[in-house]
Each structure stands twice: as C-alpha cells, then as structure tokens.
C-alpha cells in the first residue's frame, strides 16, 4: 500500500456521506545541505517534499472542493541513520462537511513515517519538527474571507497540536512495543512548564479517557541521548549549529543567525606557526605523527550558548512575545533495525515526481486561484486538480494568472510570513555536487495508481452536539481552527428576604 492509499483508508472511516478525492505529491529525493548551516562538518542530507490536496463532494450532482492541505518535507541522514519530518504548513478551507477531514489526514500522513513498518525512508530513527502558530490561512488563499471558516485561537491551536502527536506517539509506541522508543517534547517561548499546562487546559491527574502512552516533556530534544540527534556534535566541540535544524519559515532561523553574527570582543594573541611542506616532510621523516587536520571554528556564539540558554532566550524573541502563545513540537521515534537492502538514498522510486512539478503546483495554488466563496474555491479546485493531471499527461499550458480587474474578485492576501533571515553570513549550500540520477519522469500511469484517488464514505453522521463541538478548520502553519464552544451564563438567585 502507498501513502495514497494509506491516506483513503483512513478517510474511509470518517462520519457522513460524501466522496473525497486527494492529490498526492512526493518528490523524488535531491541533495540538501541546508538544515544545518553553521554545522562543521556538514551533515549530508537528502530531502523530499510533499505536498497532500483533499477536495471533498457532498453529493455527485455537486462539484469537488478543497477543504484540506498539507505541506512537509523530509530529510534523510543516513550517516546517523536519522531522518526528520518537518510539518510546514496546514490549512483548509472550512467548506466541507463535518467533521472535518484534517485531523484523520494530517494524523495518518505522520503516523506513516513514524511507524518503522510504513516509513518509506530507509532510517532506524524518525523526527517530528513542527512550529504551531495560530493564522487565519496559509495554503488557500483569502479563505479567511469565507465565514464558514473559523480558525482556532492560539492557544486551542497548541493544545490541539499536541493531541494530535500525542495520539500518534501512543499508536506507534503500541506498534514498536518495547523494543523500540518514543520521546514527546514542546516549549511553549515565555511560559514556564506549569504556565503552559494551565494555559492549555491540562490536568496533571490522568483520566480515564486519557490514552496510555508515552508522556510529554516540558523542555527541547537535545539534551537525552536515548533517541540519537540527525547531526550530532564532534566529541567534545560544542556547537550550536549541530543542534538547532533550521527549516523554512521559522523563527528559530533568524535567532541562530544573530548568534552567528554576535561575537565577543576577544585579547589579541599571536598568530599560530602554520606549518610548511618542509617542517611536514621533517615529521614525516623522524616518525612523528601527522599534525590533526584543521577543525572550522563555529561562528559568532555557537560555540558558547548551549541549548537550554538558546531557548531560554528564544522567550524573549519578537515572534515568541508578539502577544500570540507560539508552540515548538518534536516527537523522536526508534525502533530496531530491519534486516534489508539499503538502496541508494538517492535513487527515485515509483511514483515520484520532479521538484519542479510541485513547485509549480504550489505556486499555482497560491498565486492563481482564491478561495473566498464556494464558487470561487470550486472554481480553484478545479483549476488545480486539472494542472496536476495535465503536468502527468505532459501538458505545457500554464494557468491563465489572476486578473487584477475587479470583477475577478479581491485581490489574494499573501500568507503571514516570518522576516527573511539574514543570508549575508550564512555558509554557501550550493556547493553539492550533482545528482547520479535523472529526475522521475510524472507520467498518466504515475498519476493514477500513486498521485489522484478516491473514495466513497457512506457513514453515520456525527451527533449535532459532536459535530458543532468537533468543527475545525485548518488556519496556521502547522494549524488548526473550530467554532468556539457556546458558554451558558447562569443567573445569581436572590435570596428572599423575610421581614421580621
């Protein structure tokens, strides 16, 4: 079974009646050696980017809708036999049928790679990074405009990020049994651990519909050793920059590059004797040993500020204090390693295809569609759902880009965004040398059996109590949002007065 039909089966199970139809895209995996920058040496990294449409039909005689996405990438260091799943960015449209369809998908999507006997990439332990910050949209644009679509707050974002992983973790902690191991960590910036489980409604008495599992850890990843690190350190060379990922859109980008550029005022010493040929060739001929190779000093503060100080001081960042709680997420998962052929990690599989093609998808979805009303997201789904299967049928014809004209409706609100980081410093990443392989070739084949399907649910419909308190809709990297639950104000009764 493929993630496609992976991702159908668990659709299949949801309440109501309607038909989903989901789009698939998983790139083949190119060189990358741009999650750790200030790193030295610099781990060798493969990546791949995926990129999951589900539109949603009430009955036949209507027309398919977007109402969920999800975009992630994945990166595998065979060196350390890590891999990392990095959730960018999810979002819907609040126009289908409840309930919703994100959780089950965006669940499903990372319990496949958790689990050991799914995960497509050849790597004994998984990481899960995620950054939760609450926006009103993302992928679809303008469909915070649509009045169905109701984001959740802050800190209902957070608190549902965390279910979300913490049901996963319990699944895959089941699978693996004791053998394997499942490590749960999230900081809320600028809240202590107390502070955050009452911010977030938590109960430190377990219920009894608590699911028994795996705890959560108030703190970062980087100091247990149980679940070893994608770029560990050099023994004893602290460096920040092994331990800090730095993935698109996050603010931890732009604090590691101010650490980088910060460097304290150090005394003046004399320049170390570089040694020559010839006072080589003289330790080479009376026997001594060859002088140790030249290690790169890390920049700035790397080598200074330790884990805990850097998030420490991540509390005080402009993103962390803006007023909105933020959450950072990760959940390690390691099981034993399975007896089989490594293939080369850089080799395509089937049903890949080439970056450019979800690229192009991406940009199309953001630049030229809008989701606003009905007719409008129909129209949008339409408009994607066509270019995908027409890139498959080798199809050169661009989408017609949005009219400016009034009449093609308000302009696209471009998603909130973290500031660009500070590039001028950064350690060149272009310097990888090229790919063996050619890219995966997207053919009709390849879209029917690994990009498009669907499939029909004929269910129970949801309570109306369930479904008004299970409403969600996606609105944030890494998001959701759901109608705020209705609150009963009961009135004092005054008690009587008796005359004497």
């Known amino acids: 079974m493929n993630l496609r039909d992976h991702l159908l089966a668990a659709l299949r199970s949801l309440p109501g009646t309607r038909e989903f139809h989901i789009h698939v895209l998983v790139t083949a995996p190119a060189k990358d050696n741009s999650l750790y920058p200030y790193a030295s040496p610099r781990p060798r990294l493969y990546a791949q980017d995926i990129l999951v449409l589900l539109s949603e039909q009430a009955n036949p005689d209507s027309a398919p809708v977007f109402v969920s996405a999800i975009e992630a990438s994945v990166f595998n260091a065979p060196a350390t036999d890590c891999a990392i799943l990095y959730v960018s960015k999810v979002d819907s449209t609040g126009q289908g049928i409840s309930p919703p369809p994100t959780a089950t998908l965006l669940s499903t999507l990372i319990a496949w790679y958790a689990d050991p006997t799914t995960r497509p990439v ?3 332990h998984l990481w899960v990074h995620l950054f939760a910050r609450a926006q009103s949209q993302y992928l679809f644009p303008n469909s915070a405009d649509y009045e169905g679509k109701k984001p959740l707050s802050d800190v209902k974002l957070c608190a549902w990020w965390r279910r979300v992983l913490g049901r996963v973790a319990a699944d895959v902690a089941v699978a693996v049994g004791e053998t394997g191991m499942v490590g749960m960590y999230y900081v809320l910036p600028g809240y202590g651990q107390i502070e955050a489980e009452q911010a977030l409604g938590l109960s430190s008495i377990p219920s009894a519909s608590t699911p028994a599992g795996p705890s959560w850890i108030y703190g970062h990843p980087y100091a247990q050793t149980a679940i ?11 460096n920040l920059g092994h331990f800090i990922p730095s993935f698109d859109d996050d603010p931890k980008n732009r604090f590691m590059d101010e650490i980088a550029l910060t460097d304290r005022a150090a005394s003046p010493r004399k320049r170390a004797r570089t040694e020559t040929g010839r006072d080589a060739k003289e330790r080479q001929d009376a026997g001594e040993p060859k002088a140790p190779p030249k290690v790169e000093r890390p920049k700035g503060e790397l080598s200074r500020v330790a884990p805990d100080e850097f998030w420490e ?9 803006a007023g909105a709680v933020t959450g950072f997420f990760a959940v390690g998962f390691s099981a034993p390693r399975r007896e089989e052929t490594k293939p080369s990690p850089l080799a395509p599989e089937a049903g890949q295809v ?31 759902e066509s270019a995908i299967r027409g890139l498959c049928e080798g199809l050169a014809a661009h989408p017609r880009p949005p009219s400016s004209s009034a009449s093609a409706g308000p302009s696209l609100a471009v998603p909130p965004r973290t500031p660009p980081r500070r590039t001028a410093t950064l350690p060149s990443v272009d310097d990888v040398s090229p790919n063996p392989f050619d890219e995966p070739e997207a053919t009709l084949e390849t879209y029917r059996t690994h990009i498009y399907g669907a499939v029909s649910v004929s269910n129970a419909p949801l309570p109306q109590k369930a479904a008004t308190r299970g409403q969600e809709t996606d609105g944030a990297a890494g998001g959701v949002g759901g109608e705020t639950p209705k609150v009963n104000v009961l009135a004092v009764r005054k008690k009587k007065r008796v005359d004497t």
């Open 122 to 124: 050849s790597a004994r």
């Open 228 to 238: 070893p690190l994608p770029c560990p350190p050099p023994e004893n060379a602290h």
């Open 313 to 321: 001081r991540m509390s005080f960042r402009q993103e962390c204090v």
């Open 354 to 384: 080439p970056r450019a093609m979800k690229r192009r998808v991406l940009t199309t979805l953001l630049t030229g569609t809008e989701f606003s009303t009905v007719e409008r997201a129909r129209k949008g789904t339409e408009i994607i």
